[in-house]
């Protein structure tokens, strides 16, 4: 990082293209040929400042080709938003295979230890528009195209490894519900509102997801610290045409984090993009995002033997009873070059498949089959997206798909066909490296019924809760209290509660109690009595975190007269961690140390929230405080640092402030001003919140 400038001159902007010219206009200087301006139709452009009027003031004329043809493509640059997972961030990268499944699929891309695999991810909430923010309380899609090459492979899953319904036909039931109002047109990116919870509570294989979106994965610090999951069971292959169950799993390097839900919503306010603009600028500063895939891999008798069905995308499988299998991991190095070109044009679908890799029954899974291409006919206008750079395989493709609209290719011969005798040299089936489905035993009456094996809707949204750490369950109960508080209903939240009495007595109990609603919960009948698990740690993200701050952000905020050696230390400190170490100041221009050196901030204080940091220091001169105090910015930035459990880090001038805003330090509230002061405090950040600091009633 760059901070210090010796010489605080006025930056010199980047040398002009244009100047200005007689009335005021802008003109070109003298521009190369390569670097000219053209129509679409590469007639060069004289004059892009100016539409062709009738005299200086007169009307604009009809005959402007430039003008129309310039603002007939704007006018159309917008196409449909994906109907859910509007909102996403995507980058590029790569998939290295650990090289160890051969016993179990024979997909090329898996089958050599270090063979790279170009991909492309895409990150997105579910319910809100493209343009709505990116911390609203809601799964995280997490998509991943893999370029292999035998054939694209899309891994189309969510951050959460179960979903809301078990057939694909209540799925737009399900979106309508969940997305705005009909008549109304809010809440935008919201679950908490009527329509939704009625649906859900009329719906009791929905419990389940709705304890995980109601847990801290619904609102992920990053993108780059969510897992991800495949949800569906699917099938590996390998060479000798034998089958096995497989669920996808995606664990981030640098650990799974979420934020405090006050925090995602002061974020929404302070910064809508702070998940595309994390990913962005970590890729941008090399701090290359990077997961692990494993697989739980289990045959059919294995299945047989579980009390749930592998076919019901509401269940998961604990990692007690299958362990995960590590195959291979990704890292995101590049971001895209134009957002809509690729984010926005990238068309996933989970039948985009490669040999060695199949489907299961899963009828959520089977529905999916048929959705994904039919809703690139509309947002994408027609067949040919295959076409688009982003979409288009990087390995041999050869059909007698032919013409349709935005055909970008020109197939030449006389041959449209198979099979042919008049050209030996077109393409042909191949038996032996072509995709084949698995031959399966299927039969049965024809007949619209939900399998008995799908019926248990409570046991594992039970386990869930059950493996949560207090603070994890403290957040669940928090998410109904604020979601149902929302619900205008009385008996859809009467029937909420039905539900959750039928999860666990404690949360109900809890939930109730939160909502002041005792003894109104519904008593709902289970279709099968929940059955009790055993609390399965690797469900909760307190319990598997690691001590870190690889990837995390530390907010310093410096005042004139700052001691340099403070920023010395602790930069030094925070690149040893991999953090990010951003300066605030009380104004965005230059600060002065007590040393006379100059410091450049990053923010000016009224624009960083502590919300946007993972911890924070305050280190300023004695002589600044005294202004410092009536400083409200800076006094919510500590007050909200330490309500919401986060390490601070503080040199002795900072006291007046805790003390203004009656701040006690804790464990927590650390004084770098020692020889080890900076390291102390980065190895206490590093074990995360002080949790203890909330149960004392900070926030
Ligand atoms: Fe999707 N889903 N989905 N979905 N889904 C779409 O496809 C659909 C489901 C998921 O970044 C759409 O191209 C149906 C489960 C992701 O571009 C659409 C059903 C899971 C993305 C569609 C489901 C997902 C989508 C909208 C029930 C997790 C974003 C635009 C049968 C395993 C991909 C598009 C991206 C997108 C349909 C359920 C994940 C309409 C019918 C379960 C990550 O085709």
């Given at each position: ?163 809301f319904i078990q ?32 649906f859900v509570s009329l719906m009791p294989e929905s419990m389940h997801m709705i ?103 509401t ?135 939900r399998?008995?094996?799908f019926n248990d809707h409570y046991s594992?949204a ?33 029937r909420v509660?039905g539900h959750l009495r039928n999860v ?18 519904y008593?709902i009948p289970p279709a099968r009595?929940a ?169």
């Amino acid at each position: 990082m760059k901070k210090k400038t010796p010489n605080p001159e006025p930056q010199v902007g980047a040398e002009s293209e244009f100047h200005a010219g007689k009335a005021g206009e802008l003109h070109r200087t003298t521009t190369r040929r390569e670097q000219t301006l053209t129509t679409n139709q590469g007639t060069a452009i004289a004059d892009n400042q100016n539409s062709l009027k009738a005299g200086t003031r007169g009307p604009t004329l009809l005959e402007d080709f430039v003008l129309r043809e310039k603002i007939t493509h704007f006018d159309h640059e917008r196409i449909p938003e994906r109907i859910v997972h509007a909102r996403g961030s995507g980058a590029h990268g790569y998939f290295e295979a650990y090289g160890n499944v051969s016993d179990l699929t024979c997909a090329a891309f898996l089958q050599e230890a270090g063979a790279r695999t170009p991909v492309f991810a895409r990150f997105s909430t579910v319910a809100g528009g493209a343009g709505s923010v990116d911390l609203p309380r809601d799964v995280r899609g997490f998509a991943v195209k893999f370029y292999t090459t035998e054939g694209n492979f899309d891994l189309v899953g969510n951050n959460i490894p179960v979903f809301f319904i078990q057939d694909a036909i209540k799925f737009p039931d399900l979106i309508h519900a969940a997305k705005m109002e009909p008549d109304r047109g809010y809440p935008q990116a919201a679950t908490a509102h009527d329509t939704f919870w009625d649906f859900v509570s009329l719906m009791p294989e929905s419990m389940h997801m709705i304890l995980w979106a109601m847990s801290d994965r619904a609102i992920p610090r990053s993108l780059r610290m969510m897992e991800g999951f495949g949800v569906h069971t699917f099938r590996f292959i390998n060479a000798q045409g034998d089958p096995v169950f497989v669920k996808f799993h995606w664990r981030p390097k640098n650990g799974s984090q979420s934020v405090l839900w006050d925090e995602a919503v002061k974020i929404s306010g302070a910064d809508p993009d702070f998940h595309r603009r994390d990913l962005y600028e970590a890729i941008t500063r090399g701090d290359f995002p990077e997961w692990e895939l494993s697989v739980q891999a289990f045959d059919q008798k294995t299945a047989d033997g579980f009390p749930f069905d592998v076919l019901d995308p509401t269940k998961l499988i604990p990692e007690e009873m299958v362990p995960l299998r590590a195959i291979g991991r990704m890292v995101l190095d590049r971001n895209p070059d134009n957002f809509f070109a690729e984010t926005e044009q990238v068309a996933f679908h989970p039948g985009h498949i490669v040999r060695g890799i199949d489907f299961s029954d899963d009828p959520l899974l089977q529905g999916r089959l048929f959705s994904y291409t039919d809703t690139q006919l509309s947002r994408l206008g027609g067949p040919n997206f295959h076409q688009l750079p982003i979409n288009r395989p990087q390995c041999p493709m050869r059909n007698f798909q032919r013409d349709a609209i935005m055909q970008m290719e020109v197939p030449t011969g006389r041959v449209n066909y198979e099979p042919n005798s008049l050209n030996p040299d077109t393409p042909k089936e191949n038996p032996e490296s072509g995709f084949v489905t698995t031959p399966t035993l299927t039969s049965g009456e024809k007949i619209r019924v939900r399998s008995e094996t799908f019926n248990d809707h409570y046991s594992q949204a039970r386990l869930f809760f059950r493996s949560a750490t207090p603070v994890e369950a403290d957040h669940i109960v928090e998410a109904f209290a604020f979601e149902l508080g929302k619900v205008a209903t009385h008996e859809v939240r009467c029937r909420v509660l039905g539900h959750l009495r039928n999860v666990d007595q404690t949360l109900f109990s809890r939930v109730e109690q939160a909502l002041g609603m005792e003894g109104q919960g519904y008593t709902i009948p289970p279709a099968r009595e929940a059955i009790d698990m055993s609390p399965s740690p690797p469900l909760s993200l307190l319990s598997k975190a690691r001590p870190t701050l690889a990837g995390r952000k530390i907010g310093l905020f410096i005042s004139e007269g700052v001691d340099l050696a403070v920023f010395d230390q602790l930069q030094v400190a925070a690149d040893e961690a991999g953090a990010v170490l951003e300066l605030i100041a009380p104004r965005i221009g230059a600060v002065k140390s007590s040393s006379g050196v100059v410091l450049m901030p990053d923010h000016a204080i009224a624009a960083a929230p502590s919300v946007l940091f993972d911890t924070i220091v305050i280190a300023t001169a004695v002589e600044a405080v005294k202004t410092l105090r009536q400083n409200p910015a800076l006094l919510a930035f500590i007050r909200d640092a330490h309500a919401h459990c986060k390490i601070i880090g503080f040199t002795r001038g900072a006291t007046a402030l805790f003390d203004a805003i009656g701040i006690e330090q804790d464990t927590g509230v650390i004084n770098i001003d020692t020889a080890d002061g900076a390291m102390a405090y980065i190895d206490r950040a590093k074990q995360g919140r002080l949790w203890s600091r909330k149960k004392a009633g900070a926030s």
